[in-house]
């Protein structure tokens, strides 16, 4: 797997649009970036994932630079609950093989 | 549907205590992980089982043991536990194998295992 890297911490105020970057310089052709976010202590959660086409869903949005080395994550209305620590990863999106984490961005959502 | 079921949420041992976390999923996958989470910190791979029958090492995993025991079932063992190995243990699956139509590739994780060794 490619390694990743993101900020330690943002801060974001509610109602504005959370973006959180991460750089995978590495990545290879037929890997996907994908987004975790972890409320509290509990198991991580699935966000998005994409390969180089930016993606949106019900819980936000993926942009991938075209030369697929960054991405960011954007939460377009953060509210406290999105306060959690988001992890970006890529990997084959298929296959048998290990899956590894690295440390994450801390977001803090503020009143 | 209980997705990814681990037990026991909470232990404590004492230093030299051999105990087995166990993890067991409903979702047909093949593939299983194990991650220690200290507090403050991201997550670290201990072992995986890309498939039944197969098990590797991750990132960290001097200290446990692994056992696949069937296709839904990962228990982690530890032998002779320490102090440095009180974390939060989560266990996770995915499909794995050819992408097909529809298929995100996504982790499921179990709640997980937090462990004290005294």
């Known amino acids: 797997d490619a390694k990743t890297t993101q900020p330690p911490s943002m801060d974001c105020a509610e109602g504005r649009a959370a973006n959180l970057p991460c750089n995978h310089s590495?990545?290879?052709?037929?890997?996907?970036v994908y987004w975790y976010r972890q409320i509290h202590s509990q198991g991580p959660q699935y966000i998005i994932h994409g390969l180089k086409n930016n993606e949106t869903n019900e819980m936000a949005s993926l942009i991938i630079t075209e030369d697929r080395k960054s991405s960011t994550l954007i939460l377009p209305h953060a509210t406290l609950r999105d306060t959690a620590v988001y992890y970006c990863i890529v990997r084959y999106s298929g296959g048998y093989q290990k899956v590894t984490f690295g440390t994450g961005t801390k977001l803090q959502v503020i009143p | 549907n209980a997705g990814v079921t681990q037990t026991p949420k909470f232990q404590v041992l004492k230093t030299g205590q051999s105990m087995t976390l166990q993890c067991a999923q409903d979702m047909n996958h093949n593939s299983m992980y194990w991650y220690r989470q200290d507090p403050g910190m991201g997550l670290r791979l201990i072992y995986y089982s890309a498939s039944e029958g197969t098990t590797d090492k991750g990132e960290v995993p001097n200290g446990y043991n692994v056992s696949r025991l069937n296709k839904r079932e990962f228990s982690l063992r530890l032998e002779s536990a320490a102090p440095s190995q009180t974390s939060v243990y989560f266990c996770a699956s995915t499909l794995g194998g050819a992408r097909t139509s529809g298929y995100t590739g996504e982790l499921f994780f179990g709640e997980g295992s937090r462990l004290t060794v005294l």
């Open positions: 590495t990545i290879s052709g037929n890997e996907y």
